[in-house]
């Protein structure tokens, strides 16, 4: 694998494992108050975008990387969404 590559490579998976600590904190504390749904919305179209681009280049390292970070930015809006309803309750 060639030095781009592999840069590539890593770049995808330390930005597709950086919001488990903080899904694994929402899920421990049940707190999610000062998270913004918001930020992970933008962030959840980011990289659902991204995954799309992926596709239309035939990039399986975007398409994997960016695909499964649209799937965890995703549980944690639905996280942030869910709580936040219930605490109004």
Do not use: R
Request: aromatic share 10%; hydrophobic share 55%; charged share 10%.
């Amino acid at each position: 694998m060639a030095l781009v590559d592999t840069i590539g490579v890593l770049a995808g998976i330390f930005t597709t494992v950086a919001v488990l600590p903080q899904i694994i904190k929402a899920l421990k504390t049940k707190k999610v108050a000062d998270v913004s749904p918001f930020m992970f919305l933008i962030l959840c179209l980011g990289v659902g975008l991204w995954t799309v681009y992926g596709v239309l280049k035939k990039d399986w390292p975007i398409i994997i990387t960016n695909g499964i970070s649209f799937i965890f930015n995703g549980v944690m809006l639905y996280i942030c969404i869910t709580s936040q309803h219930n605490q109004e309750k």
